[in-house]
């Protein structure tokens, strides 16, 4: 690549009385005339490279290092007594002259200034940075994040200070669902929080296939709450049962695909339109967690001969089911309020006398509602083979019907984990076997209306 030198000189005037007063300069500038892309600024710290403490101005500049100190010399171009001569440069910063030998060049100082520069950009700092830990307990099937502070949050509020907290949403799956919020920190750029929400029922799979959205939202009392910044995690990258630490900057959300054969005006409309039907397949596609504990209790035989056995253990004297309903665990929201009241039935079908029905207790206003309630079914073990165990989550509506969250089915005709549970159960009677289930929208044979 060919460079020219532009070279100014300005000649010393007199001072006339009248005239204005004029400063001798006698300066070279050389300019890069090349195509291609805009090459950075040279700063004057290129022409003082930064030398390392324990680097020797002894050692020599090798062969490279001189042409690229020479190619930054301003004189450098030999036009009006350049390098060559040596003698009209001897004034001049020259990057060779001022490393003295040194061993850093001066293209490598301006590598790493470079470098820094690249990094330090308006849209990776301008929102601020987020600060949080995720640990994932296998055990549990429990995800921990503990939303620690941000730095340096964009100002939202006319005080230019703004009333942050952190919403974490899991992608996919129903927004209201699954969303946890932290607590507001008022009149802040930089809030601490240490506050840890917890997800309960992720399964391995989850863990593989789900994205932890943590966004970062003013709170605003007059109007609605403002969007400040968010990211996104893939779950994969969290180890089980190891604590992964988090130090990121705020990003804007992704843009929707709009449709270019749509004008400027209806695009948005459309937008919108798409990103409701995405959260609506969203949340037809997961109702939510549940947690069940199956155990066959084998028949009890009355060694003592006295046919004493307690009320409660009489029951199940001749052996059979045992449904253990625990929890459930970010369940659709299906009032108005954003909660749900829901409660759990469970069948044993085919049930032809219509007396397999059990109910939990109706707990309010909750999307992770904790029942711990255990239900007997007095089978023999060889009839429990054509057996069908479907539980259901309802949503309760006073003075009218019930609304259909989701539900499970569990025996030999099922697939998947269902299946895995329910043959776990088989095999090993007298043990408590533990499963998360996801609930589904809808159940063959079943009716979704009470």
Known sequence: MKSFTLVLSLSPMTVRKGKRLAISIQEHMAIDVCPGPIRPIRQISAYFPRLSPTSSFSEPLSPNQVADASALSPGSAGHGGGAAGGSGTSGLLSPAAAAGGGSLSAMSSMDTSIEIDS???DDNTSLGTLEFDLLYEKATSSLHCTVLRAKGLKPMDFNGLADPY?????????CKANKLKTKIVRNTLNPVWNETLTYCGITEEDMYRKTLRVSVCDEDKLTHNEFIGESRVALRRVKPD????FNICLEH???????????TALRGISCYLREWETEQQRSLEERGRLLLCLQYLPPVDDDDGDGKVEAKEKERARGGLCVGVKRCAHLAAMDVNGYSDPYVKTYLKPDIQKKSKHKTAVLKKTLNPEFNEEFFYEISFSELATKTLEVTVWDYDLGKSNDFIGGVSLGCHSQGDTLQHWIDCLKNKGKKVERWHTLTNELPGS????
């Open 119 to 121: 990094c330090d950009s």
């Open 166 to 174: 952190v919403k974490l949403h899991l992608l996919p799956g129903a």
């Open 447 to 450: 009716t979704t209306h009470e």
């Open 253 to 263: 959300p992704p843009p929707l695909p709009s449709p270019t054969a749509m004008s």
């Open 242 to 245: 190891q604590t992964k630490h």
